[in-house]
């Protein structure tokens, strides 16, 4: 039984924002790299129970794909409290994924959502 939940453009939106830690695979079954990566995404989501691991098929879902621009796969992305915190593309050893996700786990959101807040207010914003 897999552990990874298939991503789709109907029930992303409602994931992201039903959980606080979603790691997302986005891939292809013709992408050579990602089959090769898809049993170490499978042992880390078998080992994080509590955080949703979800898969998005480009060639099924090119809508998720290109909303995320997406250019190469695999790509993991990592979101937490409905703020991408990590997007990189290439298949990670094990040893990588598992540093990833603790890092991504000791993010003082507080400070994530600061940055990003800053970063909104440099912007040219539209009527007040």
Do not use: H
């Not at 995404?41 to 290109?66: M, R, S, W």
């Not at 790509?75 to 996700?101: C, H, K, N, S, Y």
């Amino acid at each position: 039984m897999s552990s990874t939940v298939e991503l789709t453009k109907e029930n992303f939106d409602q994931t992201v924002t039903d959980n606080e830690f979603v790691l997302i695979d986005f891939w292809a079954s013709w992408c050579g790299p990602c089959k090769q990566f898809a049993p170490v995404y499978e042992k880390a989501a078998e080992e994080n129970p509590d955080l949703v691991f979800g898969k998005v098929d480009t060639e099924a879902q090119p809508e998720l794909a290109a909303a995320f621009g997406i250019q190469s796969i695999p790509t993991l992305m990592i979101v937490r409290d409905q703020v991408a915190v990590f997007a990189q593309p290439g298949a990670l050893p094990e040893a990588a994924l598992t540093d990833v996700i603790g890092q991504a786990r000791g993010l003082d959101m507080d400070e994530v959502r600061k940055a990003v807040a800053e970063q909104q207010a440099q912007q040219p914003q539209g009527t007040e």
